[in-house]
Nanobody, 124 residues
């Protein structure tokens, strides 16, 4: 089992920046790929970014390309999402996720472990 805990969410003005962290514990070797998803009120959970452990291959969804970046520090068992130039439409609960297979994935159902989420609110 892998336990995931997000932190770093909050309220920020449009154009501002935030850094989300996701700390993994437990059987961290099972977190071959870690990702970020978000869910806005009334909308489905959507993929934001993912990163693999072995090759540090990354994928970022088009809507945040150039504004968000994903990274991980395996020595600290922590993944990060650096968010800049935030827009009101980025407002959502951001979830950290992990999957045991080493290939990147973009569907929520492909991830086995989930954190509780952290709220990000961007005011206009």
């Amino acid at each position: 089992q892998v336990q995931l805990e997000e932190s770093g969410g909050g309220l920020v003005q449009a154009g501002g920046s935030l850094r989300l962290s996701c700390a993994a514990s437990g059987r961290t070797s099972s977190s071959a790929v870690m990702g970020w998803f978000r869910q806005a009120p009334g909308k489905e959970r959507e993929f934001v970014a993912a990163i693999s452990r072995v090759e540090s291959t990354t994928s970022v969804t088009d809507s945040v390309q150039g504004r968000f970046s994903i990274s991980r520090d395996d020595a600290k068992n922590t993944m990060y999402l650096e968010m800049s130039s935030l827009k009101p439409e980025d407002t959502a609960v951001y979830y950290c996720a992990a999957r045991t297979l080493s290939s990147l994935a973009w569907r929520a159902e492909d991830y086995q472990y989930w954190g509780q989420g952290t709220q990000v609110t961007v005011s206009s």
